[in-house]
C-alpha cells in the first residue's frame, strides 16, 4: 500500500511562495507518474503539475512559469515549488500517485494554500 504524505501547506500575500513536498512510503518498481492536483470547493479537481517516473513533466496552463515539479528519489519526495502567487491558486492541494500499468491510484490528505492579501 503506498501512502503519501503533503506538507507545506499556509498562507501568503499575493507574489509570494510556497514549497509543497509529498512523501511516499515506499518504492514502486513500474512505471508511475505523480502529480499534484489542486481542489476549490464546488469546483473540479485540477492536474496542476505531474512527474513521470521516466522523469517526463508536464504542468497546467495557468501555473506554467510560475510552478516547477521535482523530485528527490532517495527520498521519495516529490515537491511543488509555486512561486509568484495568486489568491486564484488558493485551494487544497493533493498529492496523487498512479502505477501506470494497474492504474492504481493513491493520494494523500491534502495541504492548503492561501494566497490573500
Known amino acids: 500500500q503506498v501512502q503519501l504524505v503533503e506538507s507545506g501547506g499556509g498562507s501568503v500575500q499575493p507574489g509570494g511562495s510556497l514549497r509543497l513536498s509529498c512523501a511516499r512510503s515506499?518504492?514502486?518498481?513500474?512505471?508511475?507518474?505523480t502529480g499534484w492536483y489542486r481542489q476549490v470547493p464546488g469546483k473540479q479537481r485540477e492536474l496542476v503539475a505531474r512527474?513521470?517516473?521516466?522523469?517526463?513533466?508536464d504542468y497546467a496552463d495557468s501555473v506554467k512559469g510560475r510552478f516547477t515539479i521535482s523530485r528527490d528519489i532517495a527520498k521519495r519526495t516529490v515537491y511543488l515549488q509555486m512561486n509568484s502567487l495568486k489568491p486564484e491558486d488558493t485551494a487544497i492541494y493533493l498529492c496523487?500517485?498512479?502505477?501506470?500499468?494497474?492504474?492504481?491510484?493513491?493520494w494523500g490528505q491534502g495541504t492548503q494554500v492561501t494566497v490573500s492579501s
Open positions: 515506499t518504492g514502486i518498481f513500474s512505471a508511475y507518474v
Open positions: 512527474i513521470f517516473s521516466s522523469g517526463v513533466i
Open positions: 496523487n500517485v498512479e502505477i501506470v500499468a494497474t492504474r492504481q491510484s493513491y
